[in-house]
């Protein structure tokens, strides 16, 4: 059974940084893609940044330079580098897996906060 587990998040002022990370237990073999969501409150969650199955990048249009997705060779680890946050960034940050044969797995998402 795959589970996600997210941490790192937390309150920064604009214009700081955080370090999210996704730890990864299961086989996740049948898995094409590992990517990063957020949830702003009231809104619905949208893509941030991922990995396609071929190691590829996308990121969401405006945090590309800011924000670094990464994962561990082993695809146990996956991480998330964000700098000059804006407080439109404040949402709730979730991990997936998803692709192939199986159905998207979800973790439980990490809060955060970027105060103006």
């Known amino acids: 059974q795959v589970q996600l587990v997210e941490s790192g998040g937390g309150t920064v002022q604009t214009g700081g940084s955080l370090r999210l990370s996704c730890s990864v237990s299961g086989d996740i073999s049948g898995f094409t893609t590992m990517a990063w969501y957020r949830q702003a409150p009231g809104k619905q969650r949208i893509h941030v940044a991922s990995f396609a199955s071929k190691g590829s990048t996308s990121y969401l249009a405006s945090v590309k330079g800011r924000f670094t997705i990464s994962r561990e060779s082993d695809k146990k680890l996956l991480s998330l580098n964000m700098n000059t946050l804006k407080p439109e960034d404040t949402a709730v940050y979730f991990c997936?897996?998803?692709?192939?044969?199986?159905?998207?797995?979800w973790g439980q998402g990490t809060q955060v906060t970027v105060s103006s």
């Open positions: 997936q897996v998803a692709g192939g044969t199986g159905r998207p797995v």
